[in-house]
């Protein structure tokens, strides 16, 4: 029992992984609070949904072409929302990100009706150990988004590419002087989280009904999980993710599953309190 | 040109600074800054870049903690004291880059100078008129500060310090940046300042102004003082041209 | 000065006028509509003042509109106590949840302290949906009587809204008051530069303190009303995405000034019912305007209009600046 709840936890957590990683890459980048991030892991789940139960797809080739549409959209969506606003104050990006949240509820709406819709597993049944079974599709969620992350760390960390992500990412206008076009960095950054994030609602949708409300509240609980990570650390939000998913489930199944939610919140305002950085943050002091 | 003034002024001390010092790191930028300041007189603070003035300010005004030293205000010690509350006491300061309420109007500007007078006891000398007047602004109440020019804006910082009826004045550079008339007018807001019995500290790289305004100066470099005097024993003094290096001033 | 003063009679004419007129030509429906975009009008307000002035953002306002809705559920239904006494406990009661929580989260700055806000409302909606004891968790609490005072009761839906127009009126006089005061001054000075207040004698701690609790006040007089009007509150209403509505109506109404409010919350509440025949799609042109309309006037309606109106007079009158520099 408790080992199936680690699991289960595991899987939640890293899939508030993948999305606290789209917050926080979004954030480093243009130094903005995305609040349609939770829209993305909404519409990876329909697409999941179109691809698999309505196209008949494969889960690996699903798996590609869901990761190259939402690629794609992140970039589309940074034109629409940060690109005209990124010299406006912070503010005007976040009511155009929590406008365009809206839409895109509106818009899953209208292209795919209201009712939930159920998705198929990635891959079927149980796995026995022992005593012991798990369902293989939690221990697939974790491998592949586990693959994910590390593919983007690699990216971020080992090529020149990502070595661009990071410069633009610390000093766009020092980036911009050196030559780096900075809209194709923004752009690919947004892009990356797109991916990333729509790949986790990919992954979600066999656990969970896919509905327009699935990412407001996961998507709130990855913000929890970056605070609590550390604002602006990628390793930060990959471990507050796997945190609020052992919270959640945990606090589901022994406290009390109505108030889950409030305790991942909870967990929010003390770790505000008692380190506002978070695990992995920095305090950073204004200069005057 | 202003030299008689340091007879004319009053001159008890308001403002003694015991060592103040401060690390960031491992650089040190406050190396046990004391100096005194009178009312009535204007005390400059040079120094080469990054000698400490701006820090000193800081200190002074509870912007930045300091690691050790203190503050006295009129026989108070004030280093335990907020900016807030250290503003409330009578310390009133410009900063390098003017900051000002860019989203209000002139009229919330200026108010909140005033606002802060009108906390104190004792009534004000300064007023709108005189301070604008001396500033040469012609401004309307209703108006947006992003109209002001870079020199009319560093102006205004200063009128809106002087309405707050400050016992000390900090101005950080009030100078750069400015051209000769503007400098004209802020000599001319630092001598109501000074008839009125404020204190001034006044950092500047502008020889011309130190020279001609200040009773007294105090030099930094590395954050430690090493040099204080009269205008005239500070121009000649050798340990103030070497840490200018290369400056040379002709008397 | 004389403009100000047309200004003020032209609104108190237009106030009457509406008082007298709206509930004459409204159906029953209409003026519940009315009522609603009032109360949400008084929520904004809470926005203006805590945002708008003090530069704080928080999305804790629709959770104290839940407090003060649901403080007065339970003293009328549970407690049997007065309206008047309920409606002076929401406000009151809510003021001082907010003191207490702003005396632990101002101790962050920036960002952080917006984001514990989220983590309020939150935990307030979760408390709401599941203390059942108290808050009747999911099946919430009916049954809440119309506001009265001694024999008058307010039951009707025109009764409630000339309570609503009154209260309405009080609050924004409050706050026009507020913001010409030195204490609006130290918002505004905390919102722009907060170093520069705080050299200024602003204690920013504490003012920031003052502008949440003021702010969820208004919130706790919102909610009250809210209950006496529906007579049936849940924990469905006082969400994240309630509090995100406040702030893009000030948003789009513009941050910077009274007007703003008035016209976001107009705006967004009674374009839906004049576009009735778009229903389907009313929230996606929303969300698509509220996008557009970033872009186009950051500064809101009333920002951008006051540009508009600044451009136009500069061209026909070709005013020189006066000051003598150089």
């Known amino acids: 029992m408790v080992l199936q709840l680690i699991i289960a936890g595991l899987a939640m957590g890293i899939v508030y992984g993948l999305v606290a990683m789209g917050f926080v890459l979004i954030f480093r980048a243009v130094g903005v609070v995305n609040f349609a991030q939770g829209e993305f892991l909404m519409i990876g789940g329909f697409f999941s949904y179109t691809l698999t139960a309505q196209l008949g797809l494969p889960m690996g080739a699903a798996l590609g072409v869901c990761a190259l549409i939402m690629g794609l959209f992140g970039i589309f969506f940074h034109f629409l929302t940060y690109w005209p606003l990124r010299k406006s104050w912070d503010i005007t990006v976040i009511i155009s990100t929590i406008g365009a949240s809206i839409a895109l509820k509106e818009i899953a709406t209208l292209l795919w009706g209201p009712a939930p819709l159920g998705v198929d597993p990635i891959v079927p049944g149980l796995a026995k150990f022992s005593t012991v079974s798990i369902e293989w599709q939690f221990i697939l969620t974790i491998g592949i988004a586990a693959l994910l992350m590390g593919g983007v760390f690699m990216l971020l960390e080992r090529t020149y590419l990502g070595h661009i992500l990071q410069a633009t990412a610390q000093d766009q206008y020092a980036a911009a002087l050196i030559g780096i076009p900075v809209v194709v960095a923004t752009g690919l950054t947004f892009a990356i989280s797109a991916l990333i994030t729509g790949v986790g609602g990919l992954l979600l949708a066999p656990i969970f009904f896919v509905t327009t409300t699935m990412g407001g509240i996961t998507g709130l609980k990855a913000f929890a999980a970056v605070i609590i990570g550390g604002f602006g650390s990628v390793h930060g939000a990959i471990i507050g993710g796997i945190l609020i998913g052992f919270v959640d489930t945990f606090s589901g199944a022994y406290i009390s599953s109505t108030y889950r939610d409030a305790i991942v919140f909870l967990c929010l305002i003390l770790a505000l309190i008692v380190r506002p950085q978070g695990i992995f943050g920095e305090k950073i002091a204004e200069k005057v | 040109m202003n030299l008689s003034a340091k007879e004319a002024g009053q001159s008890s001390p308001v403002m003694i600074l015991d060592k103040l010092c401060k690390r960031f790191g491992g650089v040190v930028a406050a190396d046990e800054i004391s100096f005194t300041l009178a009312s009535g007189q204007i005390h400059g603070l040079i120094g080469p870049n990054g000698s400490g003035k701006s820090t000193a300010l800081n200190l002074i005004s509870g912007v930045t903690d300091m690691d050790s030293g203190n503050v006295i205000l009129d026989g108070e010690t004030i280093t335990k004291e907020a900016s807030y509350m250290r503003a409330r006491l009578g310390i009133a300061r410009t900063f390098q880059h003017p900051r000002l309420l860019k989203r209000c109007d002139v009229r919330t500007n200026l108010f909140l100078g005033s606002d802060l007078a009108n906390m104190k006891k004792h009534s004000s000398p300064f007023t709108l008129e005189q301070l604008m007047e001396a500033a040469g602004l012609r401004l309307d109440l209703g108006d947006s500060i992003t109209t002001m020019s870079y020199g009319q804006q560093k102006l205004f910082e200063i009128v809106r310090a002087l309405l707050t009826n400050p016992k000390v004045v900090l101005l950080d550079e009030p100078a750069a940046g400015l051209n000769t008339k503007e400098m004209e007018r802020v000599e001319a807001l630092i001598n109501i300042a000074v008839k009125n019995n404020a204190a001034v500290l006044l950092v500047e790289h502008s020889m011309d102004l130190v020279m001609n305004l200040c009773h007294v100066i105090t030099v930094l470099n590395f954050g430690r003082p090493i040099a204080e005097g009269i205008p005239e024993e500070i121009l000649s003094n050798e340990a103030v041209i070497e840490a200018y290096l290369g400056r040379g001033r002709s008397a | 000065m004389i403009l100000k003063r047309r200004l003020f009679w032209m609104v108190a004419i237009l106030i009457a006028v509406a008082a007298i007129v709206i509930p004459l030509v ?301």
């Not at chain 3, 109404?253 to 976001?264: D, H």
């Not at chain 3, 809101?300 to 005013?319: D, M, N, P, Q, V």
């Open chain 3, 26 to 326: 409204s159906s029953n429906y209409m003026l519940r509509v009315v009522n609603i975009t009032m109360i949400t009008y008084i929520c904004v307000l809470s926005m203006f003042i805590v945002f708008g002035m003090a530069g704080q953002i928080s999305f804790a306002q629709a959770g104290f509109w839940g407090v003060g809705a649901y403080i007065t559920a339970i003293l009328t239904v549970k407690l049997q106590l007065s309206p008047v006494i309920a409606i002076f406990a929401s406000v009151l009661g809510t003021g001082l949840i907010a003191a207490i929580l702003g005396l632990a989260l101002f101790r962050l700055h920036g960002h952080y302290f917006g984001f514990s806000t989220i983590g309020v409302v939150m935990i307030l909606n979760g408390l709401f949906q599941n203390w059942k004891p108290v808050t009747g968790g999911a099946d919430g609490i009916g049954g809440i009587p119309a506001f009265g005072i001694g024999s008058w009761e307010f039951t009707s839906e025109m009764n409630n809204f000339h309570l609503i127009l009154v209260i309405v009126v009080a609050v924004s006089i409050i706050t026009y008051i507020v913001q010409r005061s030195a204490l609006g001054r130290s918002f505004m000075a905390i919102r722009d530069n907060e170093i520069a207040a705080k050299c200024m004698g602003v204690n920013s701690y504490k003012t920031k303190i003052i502008a949440f609790t003021l702010a969820a006040m208004y919130c706790g007089i919102a909610g009250s009303l809210f209950a006496f009007l529906t007579s049936y509150i849940s924990a469905t209403t006082f969400t994240f995405p309630q509090s995100a509505l406040y702030l893009v109506m000030l948003m789009l109404g513009g941050y910077n000034t009274l007007a703003g409010p008035v016209v976001g919350t107009l705006l967004l509440m009674l374009l839906p019912e004049w576009f009735r025949f778009l229903q389907e799609y009313i929230l996606l042109i929303y969300g698509l305007g509220v996008m557009v309309l970033m872009v186009v006037m950051p500064d809101g309606l009333i920002g951008g209009g006051k540009k508009a109106y600044e451009s136009i007079r500069k061209r026909g009158w070709a005013k020189q600046p006066s000051n003598d520099i150089g």
